[in-house]
């Protein structure tokens, strides 16, 4: 009689589990209380909140009340963008590595819990890592908004003060100008898109970790793959009348596309479908990238 | 083997699945106008190194700000050359970006205009005057770009009919130029006809035409100005009524077809 014939693989044995939305909720929680606790994240998390509130600083070099909270609105948005980006990469290259070199995942697996609900655990739990590190940075931007908002209205108040009756009312309006560029709500979409960005290089990251036990591996790869993804656009540009070159192009996200928040703080119109329509495109995928991690880790030797 | 060729299938595959999804949402790119000049070997040789990974990290409006907001030491400078390319550069990674396209030909008509032609190394004042009109010509050719970028919005056009009022008027052999007032009435016209436009852009159309040589013309426009209804339009009355004043004395329209008849004896 063979090994594999009297002891079941695990896979086999956990055939019998069946999946349980609440398991992969854990896995998920417990992996989001260890990202956390992480100095590289905090760390980041700090750089990403310190950069927010200097945007004040930085604006103050340009002329012009519009100028200066589209300065801001970059530099936040920019910032948001990319600190996310990197606590994607970082926050999920070390989740499956550390697990399998401290062995903990041998007590995981061991018990009722299947490898995809494991997996899936993990990227949950990366997600909501993401959410929460998006939510803090996003209400820091918000206050360094409102302050500057704030300011620009002192000043003008301050400015206009005991001025004829038809100065005031251009000064008010003036204001209103600026409240309505502060409470701009197609921000929301420019962060979404950027969340949806986020979690597709989560999932990319999970992917490479599922073969890859090197942390600088896991970390560079997707860094990699991200900026040929920003250069997606330009390469089909060039060689998009080539079908081999397409096919080969095809395995890469286009993350430019989801680069909107530019063209939002230019007043430019973004539809709701167009932004529809990206985040269609993030999440399908980042659902086809998560299931090829599950074919990679469901057949991997632990 | 057999997994990985799966996995390999399986990415091309949804990735060519994919495509049309894709394809659809650059098209919608493209025509909505978003992004703005490729990243090419070009600008990656005006902007610098580190600015051109940062713009491949999608930092487009943090790096055309950046840049601007570097610009401004070369003015200090009076570095105008630099300051022109620069200006260029920042216009092209952020096309629709109005604040570039009207600060940078308000630079180049205004600031360095005026650098030019008080510059001390020209050797006549006929030179300066000649540099100046330069840029004012270079001032317009990049505005005329804006407009063709940003054909949407009321302000590229209110700033290019500014442009011709206040500094192409004075380029010609006998100023003021007739030609000049005329294309900036055209101008403001356009701008005018964009419902969010400010009050005063609508005063500066009939303003326009009157410099033109159209004072009919001027006269019926602030008339019509006159004619909305002033309830809900806001626009400053009492100007609108001196223009028309003004206008009817000028054109010495008869009393009995005046809006504003002198008082009776």
């Not at chain 2, 909505?32 to 051109?52: D, F, H, M, P, S």
Request: aromatic residues 10%; neutral net charge; hydrophobic residues 50%.
């Amino acid at each position: 009689m063979t090994e594999s014939a009297t002891v079941p693989t695990p896979s086999a044995s956990h055939d019998r589990v069946g999946f349980s939305l609440n398991r992969v909720s854990v896995i998920g929680v417990n992996t989001l209380t260890e990202a956390v606790r992480q100095k590289v994240f905090i760390f980041l998390l700090i750089i990403g909140l310190v950069f927010i509130g200097l945007a004040i600083f930085f604006s103050q070099y340009s002329l012009g009340e519009q100028e200066q909270l589209k300065v801001i609105k970059d530099t936040c948005l920019g910032v948001i963008s990319v600190i996310s980006t990197l606590i994607a990469i970082v926050g999920t290259a070390q989740l499956l590595p550390s697990e399998v070199e401290n062995r903990t995942i041998y007590t995981i697996l061991a018990k009722p819990v299947r490898r995809f609900e494991f997996l899936l655990g993990k990227f949950y739990g990366s997600v909501l890592l993401l959410v929460l590190s998006m939510v803090a940075m996003c209400l820091m931007f918000g206050a360094v908004l409102w302050i500057k908002e704030q300011s620009m209205i002192r000043e003008l108040s301050q400015t206009y003060l005991g001025e004829t009756q038809a100065a005031q009312e251009e000064a008010n309006q003036q204001i209103q100008q600026i409240k309505i560029a502060v409470l701009d709500v197609n921000l929301v979409k420019a962060v979404l898109t950027d969340l949806v960005k986020a979690i597709l290089v989560v999932s990319i990251t999970l992917l490479v970790s599922t073969f890859s036990t090197s942390l600088v591996f896991n970390v560079a790869v997707p860094f990699m793959i991200y900026m040929a993804g920003m250069l997606r656009g330009t390469a089909v540009e060039m060689w998009g009348s080539h079908r081999l070159a397409m096919a080969v192009l095809a395995i890469v996200p286009d993350f430019g596309l989801f680069s909107l928040a530019d063209d939002i703080n230019l007043g430019n119109l973004v539809p709701w479908a167009h932004v529809d329509e990206v985040i269609v495109y993030g999440v399908a995928r980042a659902v086809v990238i998560v299931v090829a991690a599950h074919l990679i880790f469901s057949r991997r030797e632990i | 083997m057999r997994s990985k060729i799966l996995i390999a299938i399986l990415l091309l595959g949804a990735g060519l699945v994919l495509l049309p999804l894709e394809n659809s949402v650059r098209a919608e790119r493209t025509r909505l106008k978003y992004g703005g000049a490729r990243v090419t070997i070009q600008l990656r040789e005006a902007i610098g190194q580190n600015l051109a990974i940062a713009l491949l990290a999608g930092m487009r409006g943090i790096v055309a700000d950046f840049l601007w907001i570097n610009g401004h030491s070369y003015w200090e400078k009076k570095e105008w050359l630099r300051q022109y390319r620069n200006i260029e550069v920042v216009a092209a990674l952020q096309p629709q970006a109005v604040m570039f396209w009207d600060l940078g030909q308000w630079h180049m008509a205004w600031n360095i205009g005026y650098g030019v032609l008080s510059d001390p190394k020209n050797r006549t004042k006929a030179e300066g005057v000649k540099r100046e009109r330069e840029w004012h010509e270079k001032a317009r050719e990049f505005l005329a770009r804006g407009v063709e970028n940003i054909p949407n919005r009321y302000d590229l056009y209110f700033t290019m009919g500014w442009l011709y009022y206040e500094k192409l008027s004075k380029d010609c052999d006998q100023p003021p130029c007739h030609e000049a007032f005329c294309k900036a009435a055209e101008y403001f016209g356009k701008a005018a006809s964009f419902p969010d436009a400010p009050q005063f852009v609508a005063r500066f159309y009939p303003r326009a035409l009157e410099k033109c040589g159209q004072a009919r013309a001027a006269y019926e426009e602030w008339k019509r100005l006159w004619f909305l209804d002033h309830s809900t339009v806001a626009q400053s009355w009492n100007i609108v009524e001196r223009e028309i004043r003004q206008l009817e004395d000028e054109l010495q329209i008869p009393n009995d077809q005046r809006l504003f008849p002198p008082p009776l004896p």
